[in-house]
């Protein structure tokens, strides 16, 4: 069977396509992942469409503010606490939410200001690099 040039020239496009795609995708790690939340304000999307803004100091504090999300009514709106870079994950740790459990994430950028991440209990979303 002999597909024809157009047949083939349109499969290698459409393979190059999801390849381009795929590497578009870039996981941080070490000091790429240090360099993209330290100073950083990131916006976490919120399901109803909103965001919510976390703050990565660069000597290990973050905060949040939950009223910005609408979140007062659910949760103590504000928190602070501590984040880390170990290996392929940012680390952080709140005095309030969550109890004070440590979670930790995988963050890939997607975009020049876009993160997807997966947090170790499989919950993920995205989120948006602000300065």
Known sequence: MRISRRLQVGLVMAA?????????????????????VSGR????????????????YADGRVDGQGEAAGMGRFVRPNDSGKWWVSG??????WTNW???????FTLQKVGEDKLAWR??????GT???GR
Do not use: H, M, W
């Open 16 to 36: 190059l396509s999801v390849t381009t795609g795929a590497l578009a995708q870039t996981l941080l790690t070490g000091a790429a992942l240090d360099r993209t």
């Open 41 to 56: 304000r990131i916006f976490l999307a919120t399901p109803l469409g909103g965001e919510f803004p976390l703050n990565y």
């Open 88 to 93: 392929q994950k940012l680390c952080q740790k």
């Open 98 to 104: 969550y109890d004070g459990k440590v979670f930790c």
């Open 119 to 124: 947090r170790d209990d499989g919950l993920e």
């Open 127 to 129: 989120a948006r690099i």
